[in-house]
Each structure stands twice: as structure tokens, then as C-alpha cells.
């Protein structure tokens, strides 16, 4: 069929003019020469985001760094403190327990001369003491070694007996103990060694 166009000569090369101008389609999908400037700038801002996050990261990490080696500085010196605390507190449980100590030698020096004095205001006229031997460990005694000598045998062994009552007698002695007895001769005179230990309360 033949088509017949009716318009005017100056209206069909209009016409023609219009009709080879290209339109854009505002709903038509994009292409990718489109796409390629947007997808840049996206992947530029998240590279930039990620640097910005890794610098924070960095920062953060440094930041904790100073902290812990400021934490452990505090530490250390925390325990060299400590240490000088208990070697303060061990020389001073050092002083003290020496300080007690010469303390109560003193106070037991004081009882030792008491207990002394006391046993020779005691000892019977027939006996002398050749030893005598005051310690406090491990208990508190008194160790007294002597002889006895007289021209009669019965009076020897009664001395003996009675400067053990006399010691026995005192509330300061918790036992009064007689030790060995050795009989002997002195030329024409009887002789009787002894020891005798008393412990104090």
C-alpha cells in the first residue's frame, strides 16, 4: 500500500529534522558507562571509611598500649612497695622479738640472783658447793653441785637431805630433785659428792 504524506514540503523537513534527534528515556535501565562514576565514588567513600576506621583502630590501640604500660609500671612499683612493707615489718618483728629477749634476760638475770642469794642463806655448815649452773632453756633451772664432809657419816647424809628440804621449801622451785650421791674419804675425814637440780616455775 502506498502512503501518501500530504504535509507541506517545510513541515516534512521538520519533520525530518526532529525525527533524527535521539531521545532519552528517563525509565530506561542504566548502562554500564552510566554506572562506572557512581560505583567509584562509592568505592572511594568506602575506602576512605575503612582507612578512617583502620587509623581509629590504630589510635585506639596505642591508646591502650600507654594505658597497660602505665598500669604495669604502677604495678611494679606497687610491688617494690609491698616488698619494703614486709621487710619493714619482718625487721621490726626482728627488733621486737630481741628486744623481749633482753628484756626478759634482764628480768630473769634479777631472779637468777634472787634464787642465788636464797640458796646460800640455805646451805648447812658441812656442805660447800664446788659448781653451780643457773640456764633457761629448755626449762628455767638451777643446778647445784657440792660435798658434804663431816667425821660422822649419819651427819653427812643429814645435811645433804636438809639443804634439799630447805630448797624444796621454797614456792619459786616446782621440784627440787636429788641427783647422785658418791661416798668418799678425805684423809680421816667422811666425804659425800652430790648434785641436786632445781627447776622454777
Known amino acids: 500500500m502506498a502512503i501518501i504524506n500530504l504535509l507541506p514540503s517545510s513541515k516534512r523537513r521538520k519533520v525530518r529534522r526532529g525525527s533524527a534527534k535521539t531521545k532519552v528515556n528517563p525509565s530506561a535501565p542504566l548502562t554500564s558507562v552510566q554506572l562506572s562514576p557512581l ?3 562509592i568505592g572511594s567513600i568506602c575506602s576512605l571509611l575503612s582507612f578512617l576506621l583502620c587509623l581509629f583502630c590504630f589510635f585506639q590501640l596505642k ?4 594505658n597497660l604500660l602505665s598500669l604495669e609500671r604502677k604495678t611494679s612499683a606497687l610491688k617494690a612497695e609491698h616488698k619494703k612493707i614486709e621487710e619493714m615489718k619482718t625487721t621490726k618483728m626482728k627488733l621486737e622479738k630481741t628486744l623481749s629477749f633482753y628484756q626478759e634476760r634482764v628480768k630473769k638475770k634479777i631472779k637468777w640472783k634472787e634464787k642465788l642469794c636464797f640458796i646460800n642463806e640455805v646451805i648447812p655448815k658441812e656442805i660447800w658447793l664446788t659448781f ?7 626449762e628455767k633451772t638451777i643446778l647445784i653441785k657440792g660435798s658434804s664432809v663431816s667425821l660422822i657419816e649419819a651427819q653427812i647424809i643429814n645435811s645433804i637431805s636438809q639443804f634439799a628440804q630447805r630448797l624444796s621449801e621454797n614456792k619459786d622451785f616446782k621440784e627440787v630433785k636429788l641427783g647422785t650421791v658418791a661416798a668418799g674419804k678425805s684423809k680421816r675425814l667422811n666425804v659425800m ?3 641436786i637440780e632445781c627447776r622454777l616455775r
Open 39 to 41: 560505583i567509584l565514588k
Open 63 to 66: 591508646s591502650k598500649e600507654r
Open 132 to 138: 653451780l649452773l643457773a640456764k633457761a632453756s629448755p
Open 193 to 195: 659428792n652430790f648434785n
